[in-house]
């Protein structure tokens, strides 16, 4: 099983889930004048420490990560401040992944990057087996686009656990949200596997 992962540094407005011991005292995370990843793990390492129990059940899920630069860019005294579905295990999956990451240590503006704080979601994704054929809605306020879903199918036929993969049309992202949670997934998908899924938004015309 491959794996797909995101990263990127940005600040978190949502209410943090604290699964980790408090960070050390340091400066509060910003992206402003930030430079991207000179290392990142590959999907090989990813899959490797996908934890066990969330890849037996199609889980999909997320951590924030929040670090310190080190000098020679790689990232020190790092905690996992959040983590999504709580006690699923990406917390401790991505703490062992920071050392894999290595960012420049100079900064955009020739600035120095070392003794910065660094906060950035890694996302777990394990690959749609499969794909349902696509899910066209009309939208009476003429939105329109389309957005890709990577859900767990469930014994039901219902989905669970999506995550956008893709998106065009951001206006229609509610639209296409609210339809996917109304699909069942075509009778030939198996329960407990990932299933790619488009909903299309058009026009009602």
């Known amino acids: 099983m491959s794996v797909a992962f995101a990263a990127a540094l940005l600040m978190q407005a949502a209410p943090a889930i604290l699964v980790q011991s408090a960070a050390p005292q340091r400066p509060p995370p910003s992206t402003s004048d930030m430079p991207g990843w000179s ?92 794909q349902a054929p696509a899910v066209v809605v009309y939208d009476d306020f003429g939105r329109t686009g389309s957005i890709s879903f990577n859900c767990r199918v469930r014994d039901e036929k219902s989905l669970d656990n999506c995550v956008v993969v893709a998106a065009r049309g951001t206006s229609a992202a509610n639209v296409a949200g609210e339809a996917i949670q109304r699909t069942k997934a075509p009778s030939s998908a198996r329960a407990g596997t990932r299933l790619l899924v488009v909903v299309e938004v058009r026009p009602r015309s």
């Open 39 to 130: 290392k990142a793990p590959k999907p090989e390492d990813m899959m490797k420490a996908y934890p066990p129990e969330a890849a037996r059940a199609a889980l999909a899920g997320t951590a924030v990560l929040e670090c310190t630069v080190g000098a020679s860019g790689e990232l020190t005294a790092c905690v996992a401040s959040e983590e999504t579905p709580a006690g699923s295990g990406f917390a401790e999956a991505s703490l062992a992944m920071a050392s894999k990451f290595q960012m420049p240590t100079k900064a955009p503006s020739g600035a120095s990057t070392v003794g910065r704080t660094v906060r950035f979601p890694i996302q777990w994704l394990a690959p749609a087996r499969s």
